[in-house]
């Protein structure tokens, strides 16, 4: 008696592979959290100060916060961030609590901060979570174009295409719409910044010339700023944006906003130094949502047969 052959899968290979590795990705980003956790059970706790910044010789536009505690043997420790943001992300002064062990503090110590502890692991478990869930549309679409045995209707055949088609138009629509949040969000954060910020006068001292990566001819030019605060103290900053042509050059003098807590968090008082990101943001993501939307209003969930008249 000869056996049957086994039935194809209705899942394509790609759509596999997605949710093989997005759930692989959610679970090794589980078990980072879980082992964090772990990790600092049995550590000591101490407070710590942000005394500096470290730029790591790599760039100017990268900020690690420098941060001191002392032990409870009484011993002065410091440390520097495990990452690094294009404008300092603490006050000078403000203060973080480490957990270290005791046998080696230095080494061991962990900031108890989100963007320290937790930022990594984050962006690895959203990315899970969004690549999870574009698996999921894909697994379902599949498998409701799966052929029945049994004869179906005109209607449910129409319904059902359109709860796809609705799984499909979702997509561009939460891409849109998370390219539209960060722009909203980052514009909200300019409108701090210039409410907040004081203003002075700065002086460009250097115009930095970079290699892109990946292009070894093609260079991208920002310009370094010094200025005083209120207070006296001289500060150099790099601009935030950097682009194949830069229109500053050394002895130009341009507006500027600090923080006057913590006057390394400095920016170039222009339009597309405030605005220039959030509008990169809108022009990505309102195509992606316009496109979803408008598919979803053509979507036709009723069933019903359009007959042609003449």
Known sequence: MMNSPAAPSPHSRSTLVILTLSLGALLFSL????????????????????????????NWRSYQPVIVFTTARGEREQITGQTSSTQPAYDIGQTLRVFYDPASPARSAIIDDFGQRWFPVGVVMLLSVVFSAIGAMMFVLERGNVKHVGPSSYSQGRRKRGRQNLLICLIPIVIGAGFLLGAAASAMRERQIIGSYTRTTGKVVEVQEAERPYQPRSHMYSAIVAFKTATGKEVTFAQGSSSSHNDLGSGDEVSVLYDANTPDR????????????????????????????????????SGARHSKRT
């Open 31 to 58: 078990c980072w959290l879980v082992s964090s956790l772990i990790a600092t059970h049995r550590m000591t706790v101490a407070e710590g100060t942000v005394v500096s910044y470290d730029q790591g010789g790599r």
């Open 266 to 301: 400095a920016m170039i008082d222009s339009f597309w130094e405030h605005w220039g990101l959030p509008a990169i943001l809108v022009v990505i993501g309102l195509p992606f949502f316009a496109v979803g939307v408008f598919f979803v209003s053509t979507v036709d969930f």
